[in-house]
Nanobody, 129 residues
């Protein structure tokens, strides 16, 4: 059973940076999974932020974070990271790590929340003005 644990959230002023980490365990072979980040604000749907297919390191980003956020992975440690720069108050949310087997765009769009089988508990990111 795959388990995901997030860390690295916190409070930061607008323009600042944070780095989120997602530690995965229970994978048969981590490199064949698409793993990444979603976020959710109370009262709104959970939205995709960025994901990565470990075998090819193909990456996908939401338009709202393109150029500011960078997703990466350490396959040897089953870790996925999200470097968040130039943070804005609209980035305030609970950030969740998510994972699914196969390429991120295999059979569906990479951002489809229901395709992801495994989820962490979330880490809060708060950006103040």
């Amino acid at each position: 059973q795959v388990q995901l644990v997030e860390s690295g959230g916190g409070s930061v002023q607008a323009g600042g940076s944070l780095r989120l980490s997602c530690a995965g365990s229970g994978y048969i072979s981590f490199i064949y999974y698409c793993t990444g980040w979603f976020r959710q604000v109370p009262g709104k749907e959970r939205e995709a932020v960025a994901v990565l297919f470990s075998r090819t390191e193909s990456t996908y980003y939401a338009d709202s974070v393109q150029g500011r956020f960078t997703i990466s992975r350490d396959a040897a440690k089953n870790m996925v990271y999200l470097q968040m720069n130039s943070l804005e108050p609209d980035d305030t949310a609970m950030y969740y790590c998510a994972s699914k087997m196969g390429a991120c765009n295999s059979g569906s769009t990479w951002s489809r929340r229901d395709d992801y089988n495994y989820w962490g508990q979330g880490t809060q990111v708060t950006v103040s003005t």
